[in-house]
């Protein structure tokens, strides 16, 4: 083997050891979702080190090592399952001040699997102009997919200002266009709403501390994040998930 071979295989077992390393910590932790995820990607890199090593006696030891990972991720992945199947499964998310890398796309994507055809969004705040047009980036990925969404209903509060009629307009604009990709817009206003929630009808539900509206000012129209919102900097909040057999409508 080469020297930049025998670099690269050791590099690969190091991010492997390290990966698996605190898949551990997280799974002593209860953090299981997080650590099932660290757990498959430590286990692709130590199997990438066994196909790269020429060590009969390294390759055995690294079998071993994989093979007992593979059965606590599977342990794990059924334990997550019977928790979503018990209506128990709980995830929480800690979004840091001025912390990037949590587009929507990032956030909601693992839930939306292919069967999701209905969504409900609660949130008292899409008003302002830019309330409205992180509900379009939020529609824009539901139409992508790979979801089938077919209908999204819509709970929210009326503007109590003079941008009600801005609200509404831009509302009725995007339930327009939400129609010439097949999908309908169902929207209703209430004065009480206090709750910020995203029902999924494959039975996940979504709470952000701040609604969709997690994300700060951009610090011009010309910087860095401004369009994409993986680099935009977001606001300190906390995201909940859970999984019940059967989803609320409102």
């Known amino acids: 083997m080469s020297r930049a071979g025998g670099d690269g295989t ?3 077992e190091r991010a492997g050891a390290d990966t698996v390393k605190r898949a551990v ?3 002593l932790a209860s953090r299981f979702q997080e650590s099932l995820v660290c ?3 430590g286990i692709d890199l130590l199997l990438q080190v066994v196909k790269a090593t020429k060590d009969e ?3 055995q030891r690294f079998r071993q090592k ?3 990972y593979m ?3 599977e342990d794990i992945k059924k334990h997550i399952e019977k928790e979503k199947q018990d209506g128990e499964y709980h995830k929480q998310i800690r979004i840091e001040e001025n912390a990037t890398g949590f587009s929507y796309e ?5 839930y939306l699997t292919e069967i999701v055809s209905e969504v409900w969004v609660e949130d008292p705040y899409i008003r302002h102009i830019h309330q409205l047009y992180n509900f379009l980036r939020f529609c824009e990925m539901l139409v992508k997919g790979p979801c089938k969404v077919k209908i999204i209903h819509l709970l929210t509060s009326f503007d109590e200002g003079s941008g009600r009629n801005q609200q509404i307009s831009g509302l009725e604009e995007i339930q327009q266009s939400l ?5 309908t817009l169902d929207i209703a206003f209430s004065s009480s709403i206090h709750d910020r929630e995203i029902r999924f009808n494959n039975g996940w539900m979504i709470k952000i501390g701040r609604g969709l509206d997690y994300f700060k000012k951009p610090e011009g129209r010309f910087s860095i994040g401004y369009c994409d919102f993986d680099l935009r900097p977001c606001h300190e909040t906390t995201v909940d998930v859970f999984h019940s057999k059967h989803t609320k409508k409102m």
């Open 25 to 27: 910590e997280l799974d």
């Open 179 to 183: 129609r010439n990709y097949g999908v």
């Open 106 to 110: 990032k956030l909601f994507q693992e």
């Open 39 to 41: 757990y498959q990607e």
């Open 71 to 73: 059965t606590r991720a």
């Open 10 to 12: 050791a590099a690969l």
């Open 57 to 59: 006696a390294k390759k």
């Open 66 to 68: 994989i093979s007992e």
